[in-house]
């Protein structure tokens, strides 16, 4: 039995390993990325790219990475209510990504205003995470009125 009881399976494989020292590197490394966000009607669209190669590359694998567990449904960061709806919700979120020069552009929809409303909050954070890098990731992230 593991210890933590996670809400959508839990995370101890090598899959995770690698998705969590990759956000590691990220969040170490966060006053090199650069974040620019556009909404759009029903989500928005996410640039992130480094102007160190390395990390543009380390960029495209956690997008990718993180593309992979929402799609077989292996939660990250199930203690914090936003990424735990974002989860639940998952079938309903339309992702989509490529590669950039220098990092990579994500596309988040949904047709659902409460979703719209998730995606926007899940913006938030990541920028919280650009700008602060670790002093912001152990934190609650915020969150839509209607979510408890």
Not at 15 to 21: E, G, P, S, T
Not at 67 to 86: T, V, Y
Not at 112 to 133: K, N
Request: glycine share 6%; charged share 30%; net charge negative.
């Amino acid at each position: 039995m593991h210890p933590h009881n996670y809400r959508h399976g839990h995370g101890s494989d090598e899959a995770h390993k690698r998705d969590q020292a990759l956000f590691a590197e990220l969040l170490q490394c966060h006053n090199q990325l650069k974040r620019e966000t556009e909404r759009i009607e029903n989500g928005l669209i996410a640039r992130t790219t480094s102007e160190n190669p390395r990390l543009a590359k380390i960029l495209q694998d956690h997008v990718i990475g993180m593309e992979q567990r929402f799609a077989n449904g292996r939660a990250i960061r199930s203690w914090d209510p936003l990424f735990a709806a974002l989860f639940e919700f998952r079938e309903q979120i339309r992702m989509d990504y490529r590669a950039i020069e220098n990092g990579v552009e994500a596309t988040l929809t949904a047709n659902d205003p409460r979703l719209i409303e998730l995606i926007h909050c899940h913006d938030l954070t990541l920028h919280q995470f650009v700008d602060y890098g670790y002093e912001k990731s152990g934190e609650i992230s915020p969150k839509p009125d209607w979510l408890d």
